[in-house]
Nanobody, 126 residues
Framework: VQLQASGGGLVQPGGSLRLSCEAS????????IAWFRQAPGKEREGVSC????????YYADSAKGRFTISRDSSKNRLYLQANSLKFEDTAVYYC????????????????????WGQGTQVTVSS
């Protein structure tokens, strides 16, 4: 089981990025998916998650209305579309997947996700 994240970079405030995470070794559609981020000196926080089959989707308050989580089962990839980026969105972003039907909750708890990508840096700067 492997997750390979990409798509990070340097963007100006108000700009957009699409983060991508390629899954290998398992069928992504059967898993809950999630994105987390960790800024320097801060704890890892949940950004968004979606349950197996995308029955339920949750966003952190900081991401609502700006970020969208999605998956493409045909490509075995998950995505995070990040729009209207702010300075405070600067962080390393991690993709993750969870086996349990209850992995994705409103709390977007990292302890419920077993498999992690290596992270991709997003820097919002003028």
């Amino acid at each position: 089981v492997q997750l390979q994240a990409s798509g990070g970079g340097l963007v100006q405030p108000g700009g957009s990025l699409r983060l991508s995470c390629e899954a290998s070794g398992f069928t992504l559609n059967s898993y809950a998916i999630a994105w987390f981020r960790q800024a320097p000196g801060k704890e890892r926080e949940g950004v968004s998650c979606s349950s197996s089959g995308d029955v339920s989707t949750y966003y952190a308050d900081s991401a609502k209305g700006r970020f969208t989580i999605s998956r493409d089962s045909s490509k075995n990839r998950l995505y995070l579309q990040a729009n209207s980026l702010k300075f405070e969105d600067t962080a390393v972003y991690y993709c993750a997947t969870g086996v349990s039907l209850f992995a994705c909750t409103a709390q977007i708890d990292p302890n419920r996700f077993e498999f992690w990508g290596q992270g991709t840096q997003v820097t919002v700067s003028s």
